[in-house]
């Protein structure tokens, strides 16, 4: 091989590996949202913090729940990118929560709309009560039931409630790629 087909057949493999380096580190798990070094999320839903999520592990940790001084719930809202679809959501090591179960609620849209009292419950995607018997289980096929293959591209807002003491969560959202 001479030298210039050398260096150009160098050059393609550092291409590739850079290529398949980027690929990797575009699906490894990001933080959308850590109440620890971020702060606390909204308390109303009809004003829910917006995180940014993308393609691959997006993470949710907080707190929620009644420290003695009233129920502190946690709202947010996330889009789905076009193209993709929300595939999996996972309960993460390190939940804790408070007597038997804690709650999570799943609405269509920029806002939650149903009250704490149940009011408008017609509205949720889906809802359910977790335990930390269910760390590392994929809680989306509940909490949306007969959406096969996922929530597709769109808007989305959680609602995460704790009614006795206070509880802390982690949540892996995951973004896949949709086939065309």
Same mark, same amino acid.
């Given at each position: 091989?001479?030298?210039?087909?050398?260096?150009? =057949?160098?050059?393609?493999?550092?291409?590739?590996?850079?290529?398949?380096?980027?690929?990797?580190? %575009?699906?490894?798990? =990001?933080?959308?949202?850590?109440?620890?070094?971020?702060? @606390?999320?909204?308390?109303?839903? $009809?004003? &829910?913090?917006? $995180?940014?999520?993308?393609?691959?592990?997006? *993470?949710?940790? #907080?707190?929620? #729940?009644?420290?003695?001084? +009233? /129920?502190?719930?946690?709202?947010?809202?996330?889009?789905? &990118?076009?193209?993709?679809?929300?595939?999996?959501? *996972? $309960?993460?090591?390190? *939940?804790?929560?408070?007597?038997?179960?804690?709650?999570?609620?799943?609405?269509?849209? &920029?806002?939650?709309?149903? *009250?704490?009292?149940?009011?408008?419950?017609?509205?949720?995607?889906?809802?359910?009560?977790?335990?930390? @018997?269910? /760390?590392?289980? @994929?809680?989306?096929?509940?909490?949306?039931? %007969?959406?096969? +293959?996922? $929530?597709?591209?769109?808007?989305?807002?959680?609602?995460?409630?704790?009614? +006795?003491?206070? /509880?802390?969560?982690?949540?892996?959202?995951?973004?896949?790629?949709?086939?065309?």
């Amino acid at each position: 091989m001479t030298p210039i087909r050398s260096a150009a =057949a160098a050059s393609a493999k550092i291409a590739a590996a850079l290529l398949a380096l980027c690929f990797t580190l %575009g699906a490894q798990a =990001a933080t959308a949202w850590s109440e620890s070094s971020s702060g @606390d999320l909204s308390n109303d839903g $009809l004003a &829910p913090t917006l $995180l940014s999520f993308g393609l691959g592990s997006n *993470t949710v940790f #907080g707190g929620a #729940g009644n420290s003695g001084e +009233g /129920i502190d719930r946690d709202y947010f809202s996330f889009v789905v &990118p076009v193209g993709m679809a929300l595939t999996g959501l *996972t $309960l993460l090591d390190g *939940t804790s929560i408070s007597g038997a179960s804690s709650f999570l609620g799943l609405q269509a849209g &920029p806002q939650l709309t149903v *009250t704490p009292s149940g009011a408008g419950v017609e509205n949720l995607l889906g809802f359910l009560h977790y335990g930390n @018997d269910q /760390i590392g289980t @994929d809680l989306l096929p509940t909490l949306a039931v %007969g959406m096969t +293959g996922g $929530l597709p591209s769109g808007a989305y807002s959680v609602w995460v409630q704790e009614t +006795g003491g206070s /509880i802390q969560y982690g949540f892996d959202f995951a973004i896949s790629a949709v086939p065309e």
